[in-house]
């Protein structure tokens, strides 16, 4: 079993839905992170979180330490929102990322 | 900051040639680490540096890979001899230390014919 999972491995949505993407994971952790990553592109952080929820735009992180569960959500999607989604954790005792397998977002106009 | 540096951006070698992939991180930040990417594992660690110290390198597949961290602005992946499977997008990444937030390179796509 993989010690961070993600659900769904590919989501279609139409462009305005609210999109969720779910994380789970079974280490123990410093903080979880929300990774982007656009087709053949480099990738890029957009949250790390270790309690609570965080909003930056159309989006919002939300993690649950006790259930460790966290949630990527996108208000309004856009097509420019198609990428992968990567969900990490950092280690309690380094800063080495765990990766999940990523969720693959398509948003069609 | 210009962010985290990586080159070459794409690589194309024949089996057997030695490859090199650079990475410059970010000022400031004191921990680089290297990543592979493929599309049958995913993301993966090869190798992180503490300090210019290499903490773990667990991830790295075998004696052909090396990596090194001569100074706090530069760190080298090198690959001897280079082989087909080695085929991958190969990621840097640098932060300010633990639990602070990771910036990656742009990666290099590696392709060894």
């Known amino acids: 079993k993989n010690e961070v999972e993600q659900s769904p491995q590919n989501l279609t949505a139409q462009e305005g839905e609210f999109i969720t993407i779910n994380c789970s994971y079974s280490v123990g952790i410093s903080a979880l992170h929300w990774l982007q990553q656009h087709p053949g592109g480099g990738i890029v952080s957009l949250f790390m979180?270790?309690?609570g929820k965080k909003k930056h735009g159309r989006l919002i992180a939300t993690i649950n330490i006790q259930e460790k569960h966290s949630s990527l959500h996108i208000t309004a999607s856009h097509p420019r929102d198609s990428a992968v989604y990567i969900c990490a954790v950092s280690n309690y005792n380094t800063d080495k990322l765990i990766f999940g397998t990523g969720t693959r977002l398509q948003v069609f106009p | 900051d210009a962010g985290v540096i990586q080159s070459p951006r794409h690589e194309v070698t024949e089996m057997g040639q030695e490859v090199t992939l650079r990475c410059k991180p970010i000022?400031?930040?004191?921990?680089l680490f290297w990543y592979r990417q493929t599309m049958m594992r995913g993301l993966e660690l090869l190798i992180y540096?503490?300090?210019?110290?290499?903490?773990?390198d667990s991830g790295m597949p075998e004696d052909r890979f090396s990596a090194k961290m001569p100074n706090a602005s530069f760190s080298t992946l090198k690959i001897q001899p280079s082989e087909p499977r080695d085929s991958a997008v190969y990621f840097c990444a640098s932060t300010k230390g633990q639990g602070t937030e990771a910036f990656f390179g742009q990666g290099t796509r590696l392709t060894v014919v």
């Open positions: 000022s400031g930040h004191n921990s």
């Open positions: 540096f503490n300090n210019n110290v290499p903490i773990d």
């Open positions: 979180l270790s309690s």
